[in-house]
């Protein structure tokens, strides 16, 4: 990921990022990818990863994410506190090869030291989770595309 690329994409004012905007899911998901610095990587990633990336991008326009670093560890910490997903789909997504392509590419060092500088908005973000009504049925997400993003998140209690 060109961090440059990141860095200017993320100090954009994108709707979707907006705890009260009236876009809907759908709407959101579609700036996020429009602005979104990896959206390459859906071409390269094999066809069984289609459905975990599409409810991964739900999840960073639902929980207003980035795409830099930091943004990518949040929505995984969102993904296993604030929606329905398993602990295992997450590993099986983990060990996956196109997954394990793009650790590489980060690298491992890089990836724990970020984790670390991070502890704050990670334990925030697990806060937040834990006083939402209801964890997101992320499977089902389809089923919010027409919804607005502030009624979906005012019904889970969720706050960005």
């Not at 995984?76 to 997504?93: N, R, S």
């Not at 499977?139 to 919010?144: A, F, H, I, K």
Request: glycine share 4%; charged share 25%.
């Amino acid at each position: 990921m060109n961090q440059i690329k990141a860095n200017k994409v993320n100090k954009l004012n994108l709707k979707y990022k907006n705890q009260e905007s009236t876009q809907l899911l759908s709407e959101g998901m579609n700036e996020f990818k429009k602005f979104d610095v990896q959206n390459d990587e859906t071409e390269r990633v094999s066809n069984d990863l289609i459905k975990d990336i599409n409810e991964h991008d739900a999840i960073h326009t639902l929980f207003g994410c980035s795409t830099d670093l930091k943004g990518e560890i949040l929505a995984h910490i969102w993904t296993y506190f604030g929606t329905t997903t398993e602990l295992a789909q997450m590993k099986k997504v983990n060990k996956h090869f196109d997954h394990k392509i793009a650790l590489q590419e980060i690298g491992h060092f890089k990836l724990i030291k970020s984790w670390f500088l991070n502890i704050y908005p990670i334990v925030t973000v697990i806060i937040k989770a834990k006083k939402m009504k209801n964890k997101f049925p992320i499977s089902s997400y389809q089923n919010y595309l027409n919804i607005e993003l502030k009624l979906i998140r005012s019904e889970f209690n969720i706050k960005i």
